[in-house]
Nanobody
Framework: QVQLVESGGGLVQAGGSLRLSCVAS????????MGWYRQPPGKQRELVAS???????NYADSVKGRFTISRDNALNTVYLQMNGLKSEDTAVYYC???????????????WGQGTQVTVSS
């Protein structure tokens, strides 16, 4: 079994910063793409940013220049540095990972439980 655990959410004023972390644990052989999604109140879940195991990144247009995704492969951890936060960034943020599981080398996609980010204007 594989678990993703997020941390770092909270309440911040507009213009402030937060750093989210997500640690993957369990029967992991390797991790391919990792990413952050968010679900604003009353809206669908959307991609915020993703990063491949080689460090290739992809961002939603709404966060380009403000958010930075990074990962530490040795720690099975992905980060999201969020600067210049706006009220429209308020959402539950979810970690996602494509994992190659041991010992049978089966690939599966996993989600974290989510962490709330609230930006006050």
């Amino acid at each position: 079994q594989v678990q993703l655990v997020e941390s770092g959410g909270g309440l911040v004023q507009a213009g402030g910063s937060l750093r989210l972390s997500c640690v993957a644990s369990g029967s992991i052989r390797s991790i391919y793409d990792m990413g952050w999604y968010r679900q604003p109140p009353g809206k669908q879940r959307e991609l915020v940013a993703s990063i491949s195991n080689r460090g290739i990144t992809n961002y939603a247009d709404s966060v380009k220049g403000r958010f930075t995704i990074s990962r530490d492969n040795a720690l099975n951890t992905v980060y999201l540095q969020m600067n210049g936060l706006k009220s429209e960034d308020t959402a539950v943020y979810y970690c996602n990972a494509d994992v190659l599981r041991s010992p049978y080398l089966r690939q599966a996609n996993y989600w974290g439980q989510g962490t709330q980010v609230t930006v006050s204007s």
